[in-house]
């Protein structure tokens, strides 16, 4: 009994990243003036970027760009690690395990990141933050998916070769 190992589950596993990454672009925090930082630029460039540093420090005191290296560096290349690992091995299990991973981790530092979390900052980030975090929920839920799918359809195969086994051990 062959399984059947559908394409889709790769593209899901690649596009949760590509977007992960293009929210980074997005416009994240507004610091009060008309101009928008996005996350990339905040944590690459923060000398550029002081006005916003200063906007959150207001409700983060203490607040350092390097508070994000958790949730942001950390996840980087987490995703671009499994993004080469997703197209070497395709439709593997520890594929989806791994990006399960990924998931839960970029959801517990979002959400334990002072600035990233549910906060006044939040209410000025607009899209880009809930986008994020919806893209690590999205990556937990289906991994989940993709185990519970491959562990059902191993166990009918198993059912289906002790049924064999028997018929064959046994005598007509």
Do not use: C
């Amino acid at each position: 009994m062959k399984l059947d190992r559908s394409k889709w589950w790769v593209y899901a596993f690649l596009a949760i990243p590509v977007l992960y990454f293009a929210t980074q672009f997005l416009p994240y925090y507004h610091s009060g003036s008309t101009y928008l930082t996005s996350m990339w630029g905040l944590f690459w460039f923060p000398e550029e970027n002081q006005e916003t540093i200063d906007f959150i420090a207001l409700f983060h005191h203490g607040f350092r760009v390097n508070d994000l290296v958790a949730a942001l560096l950390i996840t980087q290349l987490a995703a671009l690690f499994l993004i080469i690992i997703t197209l070497i091995k395709r439709n593997s299990g520890i594929v989806a395990f791994l990006w399960g991973i990924w998931g839960a981790f970029g959801l517990y530092s979002f959400l334990t990141t002072h600035a990233l979390a549910f906060s006044p900052v939040m209410v000025y980030s607009g899209i880009a933050g809930i986008l994020m975090l919806l893209l690590f929920l999205a990556a937990f839920i289906v991994s989940t998916l993709y185990l519970s799918i491959m562990y059902k359809k191993h166990r009918k195969i198993l059912i289906a070769f002790k049924a064999e086994q028997s018929a064959q051990e046994s005598p007509l």
